[in-house]
C-alpha cells in the first residue's frame, strides 16, 4: 500500500522539510511505501522553494495524493489548511488514514495518537 504523507509546511521554517525527511525515513524503514509532496519537482531550487502560487502546491499535492491508497497524518496538521483539505479528500475517496507520532515513531488510527 503507498501511503501519502500530510504535514504542515506553510509558515513552517524550511517548509518542515526536516519533519518531512524525518518521518519519511523512519516510515520507509519499516517498510512503508510513501509518497511524500516534499519530494515533489516543481522546478524550485533551495533559493527559490515556495516562491510558486500556493494552489500549484495544493493541486500537485492532491495529484500526488489520488495516486495512494492511505495518508498519514504528521504532527501539526489540525493547524494547516492543506492538511485538513488533503484529509477530507482522503475521506472522501475512502483511503486508509493513519496518524504519526514523530516522537514514538508510532502509528495509530486515532488522532489522538
Not at 41 to 44: A, L, P
Given at each position: 500500500m503507498r501511503y501519502y504523507i500530510a504535514g504542515k509546511m506553510t509558515g513552517v521554517d524550511g517548509y518542515g522539510f526536516a519533519a518531512f525527511d524525518k518521518a519519511c525515513a523512519d516510515l520507509r524503514s519499516k517498510g512503508k511505501t510513501i509518497a511524500s509532496p516534499h519530494e515533489i519537482?516543481?522546478?524550485?531550487t533551495p533559493?527559490?522553494?515556495g516562491s510558486l502560487p500556493y494552489e500549484h502546491y495544493v493541486r500537485a499535492g492532491l495529484k500526488l495524493l489520488l495516486e495512494c491508497e492511505g495518508i498519514i497524518m504528521m504532527t501539526g496538521w489540525e493547524t494547516s489548511?492543506?492538511?485538513?483539505?488533503e484529509l477530507y479528500v482522503a475521506y472522501a475517496a475512502g483511503m486508509q488514514v493513519l496518524f504519526y507520532n514523530p516522537v514514538t515513531g508510532v502509528l495509530s488510527t486515532n488522532a489522538g495518537r
Open positions: 519537482n516543481h522546478g524550485e533559493e527559490t522553494r489548511k492543506g492538511c485538513m483539505t
